[in-house]
Every structure is written in C-alpha cells, then in structure tokens.
C-alpha cells in the first residue's frame, strides 16, 4: 500500500521560509516523479514542482520559480519543498504526489498517481 505522509506546513510571514516534507512507502518510484501540487480554497490542484528519481530533471511551475526548491533523498524516499520568499499567494493545502515522470514536465491532477494527505500552509501579510 502505497503512502505518502507530508510534514511541515505552518503559519509563516511574508518573506519567511518553510520546507515541507513528504515521505513515500509502499513501492518502488525509481520510475516515479516525486512532487508538489497545491489548492487553493474553490480551485482545482495546481503543479507546483517535480523531481525525477535521479534528481536530474526538475519542474517547477512558473508562479514559484526562483523562490522554491525541490530535493529527494532516495536512501529515505523522502522529497523536500524548500519555499522561501512567501507571499500571501502562497497559502494553500499543499499536496505530495507520486506519478510516472513526465519529462515534459507537463504533470496534471488527474494523472494516474498517488496522493499525500494534504498539509496547510498559511502565510499572512
């Protein structure tokens, strides 16, 4: 049984840092992108970053470019969201997600995968 368990969402400030966490069980992901999508109140789940097994391809989506950082550590099967320049856009449940690797980086709610239980984060102005 597959399981992916986030950790790490929170209230922070605008301009502060938080780094999630996510760790996955229950198969193997040496094909699998581990990720980042998020919710806003009323919207659907929108990508916000993946990380191939290797670690050498990586998408981000354009809203948090240059301000998050993806990482996995493979020995633990764990992947980290690094969120650093928050803004008040930010805030969201924020989802950990295993699917096949699109190496077009074109990842999608409705793909085939896994989901984490959702952590909230909360940054206030």
């Known amino acids: 049984q597959v399981q992916l368990v986030e950790s790490g969402g929170g209230l922070v400030q605008a301009g502060g840092s938080l780094t999630l966490s996510c760790a996955a069980s229950g198969r193997t992901f040496t094909s699998y992108a581990l990720g980042w999508f998020r919710q806003f109140p009323g919207k659907e789940r929108e990508f916000v970053a993946a990380?191939?097994?290797?670690?050498?391809?990586?998408h981000y989506a354009d809203s948090v470019k240059g301000r998050f950082t993806i990482a996995r550590d493979n020995a633990n099967n764990t992947v980290y969201l690094q969120m650093s320049s928050l803004k008040p856009e930010d805030t969201a449940v924020y989802f950990c997600r295993a699917q096949p690797i699109d190496f077009s980086g074109n990842y999608r709610a409705d793909d085939y995968g896994y989901w984490g239980q959702g952590t909230r984060v909360t940054v206030s102005s």
């Open positions: 990380i191939s097994w290797s670690g050498g391809t990586i």
